[in-house]
């Protein structure tokens, strides 16, 4: 073999022994932030259900990311040695507070767990609360999740079943069959003008008497940060024995003293 033949194999040779060592420390690298990063994952009690009854114990747990950011969430049932976790890694949840609740919503006398997290993940341009229902399984002895309607699925019923109008300072909303009329001059709003919209962004839900309720502002728009609100759709939630699903919607007109009109702009 001639000098250049040895020369050029050699240089080969350390190319690709350069670029094998290249490759394999750029991986030990990632793989080293990645222990770095799940190490650095902090598991959270975000909420909790207290109870006089040890079983009936329920935690909201999740593993926190960043100081907005919770993934990997657990629900935890009983706070013995023997608690019953049930994990749900693709849930996700943002900065803003998410609600717990424990009720009997789907009406067979045992208590379901209810959570509400705030997926900003979607952005602005979509509703962005997620609601999971887990029901008491009573012959397994055990909590299964539900299937709630698609939020889109909820749009569309509202759409079809409610119509807003305004002529000057009279709006009409006409829901289910019934009107309901108001003069929003008296709410001293800043240039009101059209158009009336509803706020899928900012849903919020609550249990009453057994009944889960999602609450929806109707807002109009005006010269200022945010709409002004003038009242609220509020939709129940039934179910059929399949899903929950919303079939009747009621409006409710704004009252300044009731803290259900109360919305934040998150």
């Known amino acids: 073999m001639n000098t250049k033949k040895v020369i050029f194999t050699l240089v080969l040779f350390f190319l690709v022994l350069a670029t094998s060592i290249g490759w394999m420390a750029r991986k030990d690298t990632e793989e080293s932030e990645k222990v770095i990063a799940e190490e650095k994952r902090e598991r959270i009690v975000l909420l909790s259900v207290p109870s006089d009854i040890r079983y009936q114990m329920i935690y909201l747990m999740a593993d926190k990311i960043t100081w907005m950011d919770y993934e990997n969430f657990v629900v935890q049932v009983n706070d013995s040695t023997q608690e019953t976790l049930y994990h749900f890694p693709n849930w996700y949840h943002g900065k803003y507070p998410p609600d717990l609740f424990y009720h009997d919503v789907n009406g067979d006398s045992f208590g379901d767990i209810i959570i509400v997290l705030n997926n900003d993940k979607a952005g602005m341009e979509k509703p962005r609360k997620d609601i999971h229902i887990l029901n008491f399984i009573k012959e397994r002895g055990e909590y299964e999740e539900a299937i709630i309607e698609s939020i889109e699925k909820t749009i569309a019923t509202i759409d079809s079943i409610v119509t807003l109008e305004k002529h000057d300072n009279i709006v009409t909303i006409h829901v289910n069959g019934e009107k309901y009329v108001s003069d929003i001059s008296e709410y001293n709003f800043m240039n009101p003008r059209e158009p009336l919209y509803i706020s899928f962004q900012q849903i919020t839900y609550s ?45 409710l007109p704004y009252k300044s003293d009731d803290e259900q009109f109360f919305f934040s702009f998150n």
């Open 207 to 251: 249990v009453e008497n057994g009944q889960l309720f999602g609450r929806v502002p109707v807002y109009i728009a005006q010269d200022s940060v945010y709409g002004g609100l003038i009242g609220l759709l509020k939709l129940p939630y039934v179910w059929d024995g399949d899903e929950y699903i919303v079939k009747q919607i009621k409006f």
